[in-house]
T-cell receptor
Framework: EAGVAQSPRYKIIEKRQSVAFWCNPISGHATLYWYQQILGQGPKLLIQFQNNGVVDDSQLPKDRFSAERLKGVDSTLKIQPAKLEDSAVYLC?????????????FGPGTRLTVL | KNEVEQSPQNLTAQEGEFITINCSYSVGISALHWLQQHPGGGIVSLFM???GKKKHGRLIATINIQEKHSSLHITASHPRDSAVYIC????FGQGNLIFGKGTKLSVKP
């Protein structure tokens, strides 16, 4: 079974530039998560999708971050414009559903550096 | 105060040692996860617990719901066990995990 795919793996941009990340979850997984992991911290949930609908985006900085999952499969996360404090690893995860017994499978992450 | 606290933050062990990583949480939970993160970012789910104890190879995870505490044990540790181990909880009625900051384990040969 193929895992969660993310691209790019690394991205370096200057502040105020825009950037987009892509995630392809495991086939058949209805729930998709985007996390931000700052160095030395645990992952922080940015947004959770159930199929193509948003379940939780309470911690997404909506003035600069946006995400979509138009066809309920792959997803993009965009930052526009980027700030220095956005430097982090952006992790995508997916699960069959969102229940307490559903294991989340994580992608390799995209390491973003904002200069 | 973080809702999920892990200790220690950093741990260095010699190959073969028995290792314990602790996780305490302050919210009511429906499940607790132990995750392993290797350098480069990839995260792997090790265990999901709601009660008792689970064992997989050299890894053992326990949880005490009354005390709001879980431990991850590694027996006969090996350098390939070197990674960050993250505890995450799923609160009652919540759809998303709350993560601890992780414990960085380094096992020396």
């Amino acid at each position: 079974e193929a895992g969660v795919a993310q691209s790019p793996r690394y991205k370096i941009i200057e502040k105020r530039q825009s950037v987009a990340f892509w995630c392809n979850p495991i086939s058949g997984h209805a729930t998709l998560y985007w996390y931000q992991q700052i160095l030395g911290q645990g992952p922080k949930l940015l947004i959770q999708f159930q199929n193509n609908g948003v379940v939780d985006d309470s911690q997404l900085p909506k003035d600069r971050f946006s995400a979509e999952r138009l066809k309920g499969v792959d997803s993009t996360l965009k930052i526009q414009p980027a700030k220095l404090e956005d430097s982090a690893v952006y992790l995508c995860a997916s699960s069959l559903a969102a229940g307490p017994t559903d294991t989340q499978y994580f992608g390799p992450g995209t390491r973003l550096t904002v200069l | 105060k973080n809702e999920v606290e892990q200790s220690p933050q950093n741990l260095t062990a010699q190959e073969g040692e028995f290792i314990t990583i602790n996780c305490s949480y302050s919210v009511g939970i429906s499940a607790l996860h132990w995750l392993q993160q290797h350098p480069g970012g990839g995260i792997v789910s090790l265990f999901m617990l709601s009660s008792g104890k689970k064992k997989h190879g050299r890894l053992i995870a326990t949880i005490n719901i009354q005390e709001k505490h879980s431990s991850l044990h590694i027996t006969a540790s090996h350098p390939r066990d070197s990674a960050v181990y993250i505890c995450a909880v799923l609160g009652f009625g919540q759809g998303n995990l709350i993560f601890g900051k992780g414990t960085k384990l380094s096992v020396k040969p």
